[in-house]
């Protein structure tokens, strides 16, 4: 079965990201993950990253494609306009297939018009929004910000648009469930739901109560096509994630899960 990791981040040389990698058994390299990827048939992986305010447009190895993100400064109001330019730059690359929110990182709820060029901006290039939604990393970040209820008013006032709310708006589950299933514009990936190395079966024995609710609120939804396999690399294991997702994930539907929903979404090369 091949896979697609729809979520993952990819920065050389940031102590922060190498000390993740190094928590779950690995490395922060193309090598390493040219290495990994052939142990689990990964074919492909979606970066989630921020804009270059100098215009410099990523550069990733050919296994790996893009989002180019809105995070960090990029909507302080003497910066906004050059924003806006360094997004559309890049949204025209090929190798850009979206565009990513940090709401929660960013102060701003989700239906603020300080958003509305990029929505119009990915509407016109045809790429998807993906937002970060739930649970933050850090606490200098808001979570009134990231509810995955915010994403409700923004997918009716942009209905041409696909949004991804990534990591299922977790803990917010139920609410996230509700989101995805009204607006046929809204899926989720299932990414940065553990951190660290696991063992699967110790895991599904342990916390046997919130699978059993992840396993709810995805069958809730009632359409499997709207879910995207994604880990949050370098936030955990690559094989722990995808055993785990294995037995959450009906196996009839692991083609479309693992693989087919994350090119139809992001409209990857094959």
């Given at each position: 079965?091949?896979?697609?990791?729809?979520?993952?981040?990819?920065?050389?040389?940031?102590?922060?990201?190498?000390?993740?990698?190094?928590?779950?058994?690995?490395?922060?390299?193309?090598?390493?993950?040219?290495?990994?990827?052939?142990?689990?048939?990964?074919?492909?992986?979606?970066?989630?990253?921020?804009?270059?305010?100098?215009?410099?447009?990523?550069?990733?190895?050919?296994?790996?494609?893009?989002?180019?993100g809105v995070g960090g400064d990029a909507l302080e109001p003497d910066k906004i306009d050059q924003s806006i330019a360094a997004i559309e730059r890049?949204?025209?690359?090929?190798?850009?297939?979206?565009?990513?929110?940090?709401?929660?990182?960013?102060?701003?709820?989700?239906?603020?018009?300080?958003?509305?060029?990029?929505?119009?901006?990915?509407?016109?290039?045809?790429?998807?929004?993906?937002?970060?939604?739930?649970?933050?990393?850090?606490?200098?970040?808001?979570?009134?910000?990231?509810?995955?209820?915010?994403?409700?008013?923004?997918?009716?006032?942009?209905?041409?648009?696909?949004?991804?709310?990534?990591?299922?708006?977790?803990?917010?589950?139920?609410?996230?469930?509700?989101?995805?299933?009204?607006?046929?514009?809204?899926?989720?990936?299932?990414?940065?739901?553990?951190?660290?190395?696991?063992?699967?079966?110790?895991?599904?024995?342990?916390?046997?109560?919130?699978?059993?609710?992840?396993?709810?609120?995805?069958?809730?939804?009632?359409?499997?096509?709207?879910?995207?396999?994604?880990?949050?690399?370098?936030?955990?294991?690559?094989?722990?994630?995808?055993?785990?997702?294995?037995?959450?994930?009906?196996?009839?539907?692991?083609?479309?899960?693992?693989?087919?929903?994350?090119?139809?979404?992001?409209?990857?090369?094959?």
């Amino acid at each position: 079965m091949k896979v697609i990791d729809a979520h993952i981040h990819f920065r050389k040389g940031v102590p922060h990201f190498d000390n993740l990698a190094k928590q779950a058994g690995h490395v922060v390299s193309e090598a390493h993950l040219q290495e990994v990827f052939a142990k689990e048939n990964i074919s492909r992986a979606v970066v989630m990253t921020n804009i270059s305010m100098e215009g410099e447009s990523p550069v990733y190895p050919d296994f790996l494609s893009y989002c180019t993100g809105v995070g960090g400064d990029a909507l302080e109001p003497d910066k906004i306009d050059q924003s806006i330019a360094a997004i559309e730059r890049t949204l025209r690359l090929a190798d850009c297939v979206g565009l990513k929110i940090y709401a929660g990182y960013t102060h701003y709820y989700l239906s603020d018009p300080v958003y509305t060029p990029f929505y119009e901006l990915a509407q016109k290039y045809g790429k998807p929004v993906a937002v970060h939604m739930g649970v933050t990393a850090h606490s200098r970040a808001l979570l009134r910000y990231a509810h995955p209820l915010l994403m409700d008013q923004v997918a009716v006032d942009f209905p041409q648009v696909q949004f991804v709310m990534c990591h299922y708006g977790n803990p917010w589950l139920m609410d996230a469930a509700a989101v995805v299933e009204k607006n046929d514009n809204v899926a989720a990936d299932l990414s940065g739901l553990i951190a660290g190395k696991f063992d699967v079966a110790d895991y599904l024995r342990h916390q046997s109560g919130y699978v059993e609710q992840l396993k709810t609120w995805i069958h809730y939804v009632d359409n499997y096509e709207k879910f995207m396999f994604g880990t949050d690399w370098p936030l955990t294991d690559f094989g722990d994630y995808i055993r785990l997702f294995k037995s959450v994930i009906p196996e009839k539907h692991h083609e479309n899960f693992f693989y087919n929903n994350a090119m139809r979404i992001y409209g990857l090369p094959d």
